[in-house]
């Protein structure tokens, strides 16, 4: 029930990306060498950091190592997939404070808003 398809949504994610004339890069390795699960490029243009949480456990702390690893990469959003119900608290407004923008969207949501957001480009 709560478990994502991180294969699908990748290449789901990638071909999406690919209609827009992006590029989608699953295992994204940044500058200081963490990876992000999902980068979505505009040339070298960094547009979208996609971070997929299958895991409840530890949830706020591993938000706040998305929204450090997203800014330190140099992305200007970050996408958080998780489908439980989680309450980020503070944490939203920290990434805010980086000037990283934060969405915690459900799997169901996410090939839907990734098209509304690569069509305002």
Known sequence: MFKIKVKTLTREIIA???QFGLKAVPEYRTGD???IDIAVLDGENKL???ELEASFKWF???LLYDVVKAHRAGFPELWV???FNSKPGWIINYASELGVSLRI????EVLEGLRG???RL
């Not at 969207?105 to 169901?108: G, I, P, R, Y």
């Open 60 to 62: 706020p702390q591993r």
């Open 16 to 18: 999406l990306s690919e």
């Open 33 to 35: 060498g963490t990876r």
């Open 117 to 119: 957001r690569l069509a």
């Open 48 to 50: 979208l950091a996609i």
């Open 81 to 83: 997939v998780s489908n």
């Open 105 to 108: 969207l459900k799997e169901k």
